[in-house]
């Protein structure tokens, strides 16, 4: 039976390598070009290039909310497929069988060590500038911090990759296990079709279960495990050549008699309308919640200005004042650069207002306080209302803060 899993064609594989390795290099990349990365000494994030602030969160949160609406509506619909085709782990957890076979125990244990650290390495660019840390490693310095991470993580991965494997998703994946609870009778599974009155039946080869990485058996229904990488399909494809038949597993949409075989061409349309009714929901939702998170991305305030009493000030005058009053305008740079800021005040009579400074430099994240002294030039009782504007020389970026000042 061993050669003849050998004589596999693994052809779904080859289109499941291609997107593990896509996704892997993106994982790996990631943190490098900014496309996603949490940069903890600044308290910011990176995402597609953009730099983001705690008062951005609303876009990270909604853009999170979208990726795990995507995820969850793509388990119920179709299993396990992010495991299959998009968790490194479970790359990790075929090709470290091929190492064990062509390097010997040692020598995979060995690799997988290597590899462990630089995905520690890449884990510990997700938090802080990677190319920072490569940069003092390579002058002789070993900051003592990264490296004790970096030294767990990539522990934390060999002990993945060399030992636990395919453990981590039967047993510790939470995503794995949500997978499993969410999945019910209409998400796609594999199914063996004893065709009455063809010879198309199973011949009870178990070859489809032997070729299983995750230890499933695929004619069962006890499939929770299933990472839908489809190898088994392929060992089913070569039982049934040999016996001159259509592959008898295949994967179906739906339960019972609405079952569908996937490989199909000739009830392509069927899938489709089986399929049309469970998927417009969540792609219409999907393209909804992303289109708001781009525009909400594209929109995001690139300066933050607040302006409020300074009650010190106040205190120190022995209360509320009639005759002027101190206020602390606050402003933070929301840009990715430095900025060179104006500030106005508009809507006072003239001569009123005086700021303490009116131009500010800020870096990209830095804050500014700066005073704004009221000074009534004649008693004039009542509600005044004032506008303070700010306008970023280099980004353009615009804000203004309505407020009042009161003479009793
Ligand atoms: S049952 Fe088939 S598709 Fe599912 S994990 Fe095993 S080999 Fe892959
Ligand atoms: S489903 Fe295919 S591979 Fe599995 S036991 Fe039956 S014939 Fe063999």
């Known amino acids: 039976m061993k050669s003849r899993l050998g004589k596999v064609k693994t052809v779904i594989r080859r289109y499941r390598r291609a997107s593990q390795m896509a996704v892997l290099s993106l994982l790996i990349l990631s943190p490098f070009v900014n496309l996603f990365r949490f940069d903890l000494p600044s308290m910011s994030l990176y995402l597609f290039g953009v ?3 705690t008062k951005h969160v609303v876009v990270f949160f909604l853009l999170l909310v979208t990726v795990i609406y995507f995820i969850i509506a793509a388990s119920l619909l179709f299993g396990r497929v992010f495991c299959g085709w998009v968790c490194p782990q479970n790359l990790f957890n075929e090709v470290t069988r091929e190492w064990d076979r062509r390097f010997g125990r040692a020598g995979s244990i060995l690799v997988s060590l290597l590899v462990g650290l630089f995905g520690g390495f890449v884990v510990w660019s997700y938090f802080s500038d990677g190319t920072v840390l490569l940069r003092q490693y390579l002058s002789g310095q070993v900051p003592v911090g990264p490296t004790a991470f970096i030294a767990a993580a990539g522990l934390f991965f060999t002990l993945a990759m060399a030992w636990w494997r395919t453990a981590i998703c039967r047993v510790a994946c939470p995503y794995g296990h949500l997978q499993s609870i969410i999945t019910n009778a209409e998400t796609m599974h594999l ?4 065709m009455p009155g063809t010879r198309d039946i199973c011949a009870t080869c178990g070859l489809c279960a032997e070729i299983c990485h995750m230890g499933v058996d695929p004619r069962t229904p006890e499939q929770k495990n299933c990472v839908v990488c489809g190898d088994c399909l392929d060992a089913c494809a070569l039982v049934s050549q040999a016996r001159g038949v ?5 994967f179906t949409i739906g339960a019972g008699e609405r079952a569908v075989a996937l490989r199909e061409r000739g009830r392509l349309l069927q899938n489709v309308r089986h399929l049309a009714p469970r998927l417009v929901l969540p792609l219409l939702l999907t393209t909804v919640l992303s289109g708001v998170s781009g525009y909400l991305l594209a929109n995001r305030p690139l300066v933050d200005l ?3 009493k300074d009650h010190r000030h106040v205190l120190a005058a022995g209360g509320p004042v009639s005759s002027g009053g101190v206020m602390a305008v606050s402003l933070i740079n929301l840009a990715d650069r430095a900025d060179h800021f104006r500030l106005l005040v508009e809507g006072l009579p003239e001569g009123w207002a005086a700021l303490e400074r009116t ?10 306080l700066v005073r704004l002294r009221v000074n009534p030039t004649e008693r004039q009782v009542g509600i005044h209302r004032f506008t303070v504007r ?13 407020t009042v000042h009161v003479v009793y």
């Open 359 to 368: 131009t500010v430099d800020l870096g990209p994240g830095e804050r500014a």
């Open 191 to 194: 199914q063996v079709f004893n």
């Open 51 to 53: 730099r983001l602030w």
């Open 306 to 308: 607040v302006v409020a």
């Open 246 to 250: 259509p592959r008898v597993l295949n």
């Open 390 to 402: 700010v306008v970023g020389e280099q980004s353009g970026a615009e804000a203004s803060f309505e």
